[in-house]
């Protein structure tokens, strides 16, 4: 697997798989029997850095006790994620230096680890000034506890003003920026509150490189030819991924995946993987076969001209 470079406040390189393995409901304790021979074969194939956040609530505990029998905690990256509304009150933001702080102790104890490699926030609230939260996150690197920082759902302007704040502050800058990302066009956010990277992020990305680890890269599996334009059963993909730029992407994504003798899906997080800055993509496979698929979609290179073509351009 390609390796990112991701660079700290003290200029210390991380090298990231550009593939994370996700950890959403599949990854818990009671199904690790399951689980743990997809973590392992991430790993052999060489994957080294795992997504995870406060909100995923299973996930770090299984991920935790996975990294405590394999004796692997210094062999790999993680990265979580904290501010998430809590799922009681999901209209009550969270984005705060007490969220911050809370939400990462937690997120050790069930890691079982005195440290994380990266923390993002996982939601915005632009009530809060950015010098706030972008202390509190400094000071979370300054204990020890985290190496790099950054965001997740945020608007570009929220973002440059957040940078230009910790430069012009002395503060610990962001690292990296988590948007949606995929070759699906969205019709609207699948959940409140959350961003996809436009042409102008994309653009500020490719200016600044700095990177970009995208989720949702798979676009839920629309490109795997799962869904079709007279099945409305599944009601999210219907109001989220239903347009007729997608079906058009989709012929477009078959035709070429033949032409390469591959699977469509892999077309389309090659496409992601594609990008021209440095990107990530997470992965929420869970089975070794959907894993060793994305981890051969990150082998495919597509020339600018194959992008823009897949792109409607």
Request: charged share 25%; proline share 4%.
């Amino acid at each position: 697997m390609k390796k990112i470079s991701f660079k700290t406040a003290s200029n210390e390189e991380i090298l990231v798989s550009n593939i994370l393995m996700g950890s959403g409901d599949f990854l818990r304790i009671e199904n690790m029997d399951a689980a743990e021979k997809v973590l392992d074969r991430y790993i052999e194939l060489g994957g080294n850095t795992f997504d995870t956040a406060r909100h995923y609530r299973h996930s770090e505990k299984a991920l935790g006790a996975w990294m405590e029998k394999k004796g692997n905690r210094d062999a790999v990256n993680i990265q979580t994620k904290c501010g998430h509304p809590v799922r009681e009150a999901s209209d009550v933001p969270r984005v705060s230096p007490e969220a911050i702080h809370e939400d990462l102790q937690t997120s050790l104890e069930f890691l079982k680890t005195d440290h994380v490699e990266f923390l993002g926030l996982h939601r915005d609230n632009e009530l809060v000034p950015v010098g706030p939260i972008m202390e509190a996150l400094h000071n979370e690197v300054i204990s020890g506890r985290v190496k790099a920082v950054g965001v997740s759902n945020w608007e570009l302007p929220r973002i440059i003003e957040a940078q230009n704040y910790c430069l012009e502050n002395g503060l610990t800058p962001l690292s990296f920026n988590s948007p949606n990302l995929s070759l699906a066009t969205i019709n609207k956010p699948r959940w409140e509150n959350c961003v996809t990277a436009n042409s102008e992020m994309k653009e500020w990305h490719e200016k600044t490189q700095l990177p970009l680890i995208a989720w949702s890269s798979q676009a839920e599996g629309f490109f795997a030819n799962r869904f079709s334009q007279d099945d409305l059963s599944n009601e999210e993909i219907v109001d989220v991924y239903y347009n007729e730029s997608n079906w058009e992407k989709l012929k477009r994504v078959n035709q070429l995946a033949k032409e390469k003798n591959c699977q469509p899906i892999q077309i389309s997080l090659a496409y992601v993987l594609s990008q021209p800055f440095p990107i990530c993509a997470v992965i929420g496979s869970e089975t070794i076969e959907q894993l060793e698929s994305s981890v051969a979609a990150s082998k495919i290179v597509l020339t600018a001209k194959e992008m823009d073509w897949l792109n409607l351009k």
